[in-house]
């Protein structure tokens, strides 16, 4: 599929752990903004391929990367490249909320702080409510910002996770299954969140749910077995998928 | 040991087992015979109308007849008075009661019979009988202990005991020799006790924290299994080795060492004992936080990374701080074991009594005097003697609290990542 001005530009990008291979060779771009939602069976490697954006695949003991992965044209597996540096680029929100141990003031702090964003108090309180604010959540917890970030609701902790990626100004969020802890009226919300934010950001999201990436998103990419079947508008993806295999998924014959 | 309490212990044992065998079979027996014929060889209990297997019913008969002869053991030897008359009555009572039993036990073989529901009792109840048996040891500790320490402080005031600052308890040797009564004021030993814990915590603090972080956070998982099994050998080294390694070996050396700067310093110090005894509590420390940093999830450390932080960014801010109780939680258990320690003081950190904050001069400890106090001829009641109590007695109670303390510290940390 053709894309103008890819944010990410992946070539023949293969993940080992040890000496399984979980992804062969993926071929793909993905958009400067908007939603590209990653679909296919567990196991297929949705995760794997989406922490090559963000290198977190490098904290996993024996995981490689190779290939090549370019972030607007520059090569993020880089040797002079400090993945570090990266990440506060490229957010990213996981799974089951993973809130730190800390009031959620400080959780949302805590990134700004690492990369020394603001100077003084007044600046980081406005940085802590613009963040808390776009993640859709000041409301609910301006008058209690010293409580425990653990002490919220799954679908809240999951939105101060939000706010706190946001908060170091990225210009990516990756998102791991985010809504899968969550019941439906969180979910509604965090949907209505991802589609408020895809005007700034790049999103990129990987669902278990097939409404839930028709909903969202605007790509939708197939994943089967380390493969990359199909990449195409999620439209075309729902109504007239190209591959049986990505027929038989969206319609629950497989996975 | 007297032969006939072998032979009915032998007695017992062939009962029960024999009762367990002798019932079983009859369950068995009735339980194939209660079936249809053509049903006859297999075992299957479900739907067979029986309540319980057959060898539930020999349990039931072995814990009955082992119950009752261990009652008769018990009042047997409660009331034995040496004659030979006794003894064989003794044994017959508790043969002919076994036997009865075993019979008597036939009738109960039915159907109906709930003996896996009995057995479940039975197990219940020993259960609770070993438990109390646990807690009344316990008590009883506590008691003698309390107990001794009244008749101490009958003798001793009590404020005098704890807020004296003199520590001599050189008491008469006999009840008619003519001497001082000796002065029990335990700061200064108290104070020993706490220096040395000091120079201990000061050695085995850091470095077991930062060998817990290195083998949690940084290690591969290679060196890990290489070097955790060995920092724990430390732990198995028994401690009088810890003793005599601190009086022949480090305290010389700090002494030698003092020596060139022109210090003169005894070669039992509180820094020898102190060290050594860091040494010996860095395998609990870092072994402890080692476990407890290890329980903060790795979603955590995904999250600071994803955000950009670096390892030791990640491991001060969110994993040290997630953390944390547990790790004071793991420092006051090693603090109690510090000050509850022996042997090493004992060789190492000296006897006398001083009141001072210089861990280069020897100091003494509470372990240390108890063994002096009791080690020493002289008569149980006098003043010397129970003093060694009420210094357990002080001690105990400083380690109960910190073990609390330290426990609940730790129990409410793993609560929360539950
Ligand atoms: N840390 C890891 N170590 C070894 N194998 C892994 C690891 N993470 C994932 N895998 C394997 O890689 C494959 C892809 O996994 P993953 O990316 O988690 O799939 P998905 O997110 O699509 O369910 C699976 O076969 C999985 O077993
Ligand atoms: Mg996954």
Same mark, same amino acid.
């Given at each position: ?34 939603v590209t939602a990653f679909i296919g069976p567990s196991g297929c ?91 859709? $959540?000041?409301? *609910?917890? =301006?008058? @209690?910002?010293? /409580?425990?970030?653990?002490?919220? &609701?799954?679908? +809240?902790?999951? #939105? ?32 209505? $969140?991802?589609? *408020?934010? =895809?005007? @700034?950001?790049? /999103?990129?999201?990987?669902?278990? &749910?097939?409404? +839930?990436?028709? #909903? ?40 | 040991?007297?032969q006939i309490i072998l032979y009915i212990l032998i007695l017992m ?406």
């Open positions: 599929m053709d894309i103008q001005n890819p944010k990410f530009v992946c070539r023949d990008v293969r993940v080992h752990y040890g000496d399984f291979e979980a992804l062969h060779g993926i071929n793909i771009d993905i958009a400067d903004r908007g490697g949705k995760s794997t391929f989406l922490r090559t954006f963000n290198r977190m695949n490098d904290t996993i003991e024996g995981a490689r990367v190779s290939g090549s992965v370019t972030m607007d044209g520059q090569d993020i597996y880089d040797k002079g490249l400090d993945p570090v540096l990266l990440r506060a680029r490229v957010g990213m929100v996981f799974q089951k909320p993973n809130p730190f141990p800390k009031s959620i003031y400080d959780n949302v702090a805590y990134g700004p702080k690492i990369h020394g964003m603001t100077s003084g108090k007044a600046e980081m309180d406005a940085l802590v409510e613009r963040s808390l604010r776009r993640a859709g $959540l000041w409301e *609910e917890v =301006k008058d @209690r910002l010293k /409580i425990a970030g653990t002490g919220l &609701s799954g679908g +809240q902790q999951q #939105r101060l996770v939000i706010a706190r990626a946001i908060a170091v100004n990225p210009e990516v969020i990756l998102m791991d299954e985010p809504a899968s802890a969550l019941d439906p009226i969180a979910t509604a919300k965090l949907e209505a $969140l991802i589609q *408020e934010l =895809k005007e @700034r950001y790049c /999103i990129i999201i990987v669902t278990h &749910s097939m409404a +839930q990436a028709a #909903r969202v998103s605007d790509k939708t990419a197939f994943f089967y077995m380390g493969d990359l079947i199909e990449y195409d508008a999620t439209e075309k993806i729902f109504t007239n998928p190209g591959d049986t295999r990505t027929q038989d998924y969206i319609t629950g014959r497989t996975g | 040991m007297d044992v062939v009962l029960t087992v024999g009762g367990f065998i002798y019932n079983k079979n009859l369950a068995l027996d009735r339980y194939l015979s209660s079936r249809a014929h053509e049903e006859i060889g297999t075992t299957l209990l479900k739907g067979s109308g029986w309540h319980s297997q057959a060898s539930y019913h020999g349990y039931f008969t072995a814990w009955v007849v082992g119950f009752c002869s261990f009652l008769l053991f018990v009042a047997g030897l409660y009331f034995r008075n040496g004659s030979e008359v006794y003894d064989l009555i003794w044994l017959a009572l508790v043969l002919a009661s076994g036997v009865c039993i075993v019979f008597l036990l036939n009738r109960k073989i039915s159907p109906e019979f709930a003996a896996r529901t009995w057995v479940e009792r039975f197990i219940h109840f020993c259960l609770i009988v070993l438990s109390f048996i646990a807690v009344l040891t316990t008590f009883g500790i506590v008691l003698s202990l309390l107990f001794e320490s009244l008749r101490f402080f009958s003798k001793v005031s009590f404020l005098d005991f704890l807020f004296g600052l003199q520590w001599s308890p050189q008491t008469a040797l006999r009840a008619d020799q003519a001497g001082q009564s000796g002065s029990f004021g335990a700061v200064p030993i108290f104070a020993g006790t706490f220096l040395i814990m000091l120079v201990a915590m000061t050695i085995a603090g850091p470095v077991g924290l930062m060998i817990a972080i290195y083998l949690s956070e940084y290690a591969s998982a290679a060196t890990r299994k290489i070097v955790k099994p060995l920092i724990e050998i430390l732990a198995g080294i028994p401690t009088v080795v810890y003793g005599f390694f601190a009086l022949l070996t480090v305290g010389p050396t700090i002494r030698n060492f003092a020596e060139t700067l022109g210090f003169s310093v005894p070669t039992q110090s509180a820094l020898a004992a102190g060290v050594v005894m860091g040494v010996m509590i860095i395998p609990l420390i870092s072994s402890l936080s080692d476990d407890v940093i290890n329980a903060v999830p790795q979603s955590l450390r995904d999250g600071s990374y994803a955000l950009g932080a670096t390892k030791s960014e990640t491991m001060k801010q969110v994993v040290f701080k997630g953390a944390l109780p547990g790790i004071i939680g793991a420092f006051l258990l090693a603090v109690s074991r510090a000050i509850g320690e022996t042997m090493i003081v004992v060789m190492a950190a000296g006897r006398a009594a001083n009141l001072t904050g210089n861990p280069f001069e020897a100091v003494t400890t509470v372990t240390v005097q108890i063994v002096a106090l009791l080690t020493g001829d002289q008569e149980f009641d006098s003043p010397k003697t129970l003093a060694a109590f009420a210094l357990g007695l002080v001690l105990f109670v400083i380690t109960l609290i910190l073990n609390m303390i330290a426990l609940s510290v730790v129990r409410r940390y793993r609560e929360r990542y539950d």
